[in-house]
Structure formats: C-alpha cells, structure tokens
C-alpha cells in the first residue's frame, strides 16, 4: 500500500520561501507520476506541479510556473515543493499524490494515492 506522508507547511509572509516535503512508501517507484495540488477553503482541489519519477520530467499550473520548483530524490524516495515569492492566493492546504503511470494528466480525479495534507498560510 503506498503511503505518503507530506511535511514543510506554515504560516509564512508574502514574499517568503517554504519547501514541502513529500516522503512516499510501500512501493518501488518507477513509471509513476508524481503531484502536488492544493485546495482552497470554499475552492476545488486544483493541479500545481507534476514530475516524471523516472526521468524528472516537470510540468506547472501557469499561477505557480517561475515560482515553484518541484523535484525528487530517489534515494529518499522524497518529493519536494520549493515554493518562492509566496503570495496570499497561495493560501491551501497542499496535497501530494501519485499516479500509476506516466502521462500528461493533472485532473486530481486521475491520481491514484494521497497524502493527507499540509497548511500553507501566505499573510500579507
């Protein structure tokens, strides 16, 4: 059973930096697609990044592109979300998830496994 288990969230200021964490097991992951998204209060779940475990691969929802860098350690089996000149609308809580195969998709509906979730506060 693949677990995930997120970690990195607060309460930061506008402009601030914070890195999410992602630490994913019961599996050795291979042809998987890796995700974070995020869900507002009041809002639908809704993509931020993806990345290709086996070859790197990243793609980005245009409100975070040049912002957030995701990335991945294989030894730890560790996905991250480096996030930059954080705003106010970031403001949600942030899911990572898994997707067994390798593809385009960034609906959350097509993502197969979830972690439980970690705050992010922007103030102003």
């Known amino acids: 059973q693949v677990q995930l288990v997120e970690s990195g969230g607060g309460l930061v200021q506008a402009g601030d930096s914070l890195t999410l964490s992602c630490a994913a097991s019961?599996?050795?992951?291979?042809?998987?697609?890796m995700g974070w998204f995020r869900q507002a209060p009041g809002k639908e779940r809704e993509f931020v990044a993806r990345?290709?475990?086996?070859?790197?691969?990243?793609y980005y929802a245009a409100s975070v592109k040049d912002r957030f860098t995701i990335s991945r350690d294989n030894a730890k089996n560790t996905v991250y979300l480096q996030m930059n000149s954080l705003k106010p609308e970031d403001t949600a809580i942030y899911y990572c998830?898994?997707?067994?195969?390798?593809?385009?998709?960034?609906?959350?509906?097509?993502?197969?496994?979830w972690g439980q979730g970690t705050q992010v506060t922007v103030s102003s």
């Open positions: 019961g599996r050795t992951f291979s042809r998987h697609t």
């Open positions: 990345i290709w475990w086996s070859t790197g691969n990243t």
């Open positions: 998830a898994v997707r067994d195969e390798v593809d385009w998709f960034t609906n959350p509906s097509a993502y197969n496994y």
